[in-house]
T-cell receptor, first 111, second 115 residues
Framework: EAQVTQNPRYLITVTGKKLTVTCSQN?????MSWYRQDPGLGLRQIYY???????DKGDVPEGYKVSRKEKRNFPLILESPSPNQTSLYFC??????????FGPGTRLTVL | AQSVTQPDIHITVSEGASLELRCNYS??????LFWYVQSPGQGLQLLLK??????LVQGIKGFEAEFKRSQSSFNLRKPSVHWSDAAEYFC?????????????FGRGTSLIVHP
């Protein structure tokens, strides 16, 4: 089954404790991206990757890092999480400029 | 930079009534256009998309959308709403250029369906 998986689905952590949210897709898509969803703000892109070893900032990259060492994986790293990063995070992938396939989301709470 | 406006934060309709969700975009050329639906606790699912050609596009679940270049709009419609259509709807535009691709989403419209 074609899908985008994210782990964990739910995470509660404390300020400053490094964390990684994994994202994996099995559709051989070149384009992958991370979004955060906040009430009233819709989806805002954090980072995206056009292909392996090619990443770039989206609209709200501050406080986040990503890497794309393999085509299928695109982890999101929060090196020192803060409460304003409490949000619902989505990973997505697509074949270049086509429709995006979204993961189920990761709900992160930073205390 | 492109932008997407969904003017209605919430829309309430009765089951069986028709529906139109508005979407306007700001971009110099014709971008790629998408409508996604997000059911409670779920990720986003594509309803339909427009790249070129016929300006009236059909999607899943009985939805359709019409691209109007003169109005920079891509409104979503459904002739008869079902209770299961209650969800959040997002319009999105995709713009390519300079070797990059930046999708931009609207803030979403929450659809409430009354029995």
């Amino acid at each position: 089954e074609a899908q985008v998986t994210q782990n964990p689905r739910y995470l509660i952590t404390v300020t400053g404790k490094k964390l990684t949210v994994t994202c994996s897709q099995n559709m051989n898509h070149e384009y992958m991206s991370w979004y955060r969803q906040d009430p009233g703000l819709g989806l805002r892109q954090i980072y995206y990757s056009m292909n392996v070893e090619v990443t770039d900032k989206g609209d709200v990259p501050e406080g986040y890092k990503v890497s794309r060492k393999e085509k299928r994986n695109f982890p999101l790293i929060l090196e020192s999480p803060s409460p304003n990063q409490t949000s619902l995070y989505f990973c997505a992938s697509s074949q270049q400029y086509n429709e995006q396939f979204f993961g189920p989301g990761t709900r992160l709470t930073v205390l | 930079a492109q932008s997407v406006t969904q003017p209605d934060i919430h829309i309430t309709v009765s089951e069986g009534a028709s529906l139109e969700l508005r979407c306007n975009y700001s971009y110099g050329a014709t971008p790629y256009l998408f409508w996604y639906v997000q059911s409670p606790g779920q990720g986003l699912q594509l309803l339909l998309k427009y790249f070129s050609g016929d300006t009236l596009v059909q999607g899943i679940k009985g939805f359709e959308a019409e691209f109007k270049r003169s109005q920079s709009s891509f409104n979503l419609r459904k002739p008869s709403v079902h209770w299961s259509d209650a969800a959040e709807y997002f319009c999105a535009v995709g713009v390519e250029g300079g070797g990059s691709y930046i999708p931009t989403f609207g803030r979403g419209t929450s659809l409430i369906v009354h029995p």
